[in-house]
């Protein structure tokens, strides 16, 4: 059957959508994932972690550790230099978050109690 006026084909369908994708949503495609606190993960003594790299908003952070004994708190920059989980816009506790940055400054900290102050806590600054 022949193609007849206003008929559109599937594969200019497909080829619109990709393209779509790709002028509406830039930042998805050159996204990086990193794990946070590298082999160690999140734990103890990682905020120098992000110390050297270069992050971007839409860049996606992976929080692993044990659920039981940890989790992650979304916070402020009052949260983070006083290590305190409340205002917190979000507590993940799935011990595998993933967590994609905004541009400017992103704190996390770990809201069990004492676990902040031992350096449980990243503030990443995503261009």
């Known amino acids: 059957m022949g193609e007849g006026r ?6 200019s369908v497909i080829t619109m959508l990709v393209l779509c994708m790709f002028v509406f949503h830039p930042k998805m495609i ?3 994932t990193y794990i946070v606190g590298d082999e160690k993960g999140w734990s103890f003594g990682v905020q120098n972690w992000p110390s050297g790299k270069a992050f971007k908003e839409g860049d996606i952070l992976v929080f692993n550790y044990t659920p039981v004994i940890h989790n992650v708190v979304t916070v402020k920059e ?3 230099n006083s290590c305190v989980p409340f205002g917190g816009s979000g507590f ?3 011990g ?7 541009k400017g400054m992103n704190y996390f900290i770990c809201g069990v109690p004492g676990h902040c102050s031992l350096g449980m806590k990243i503030a990443v600054n995503a261009n």
């Open 96 to 102: 595998a978050d993933k967590i994609t940055l905004v």
């Open 78 to 80: 009052f949260g983070y």
């Open 92 to 94: 993940h506790i799935s």
């Open 6 to 11: 206003g008929s559109v084909s599937i594969s």
């Open 30 to 32: 050159h996204a990086e």
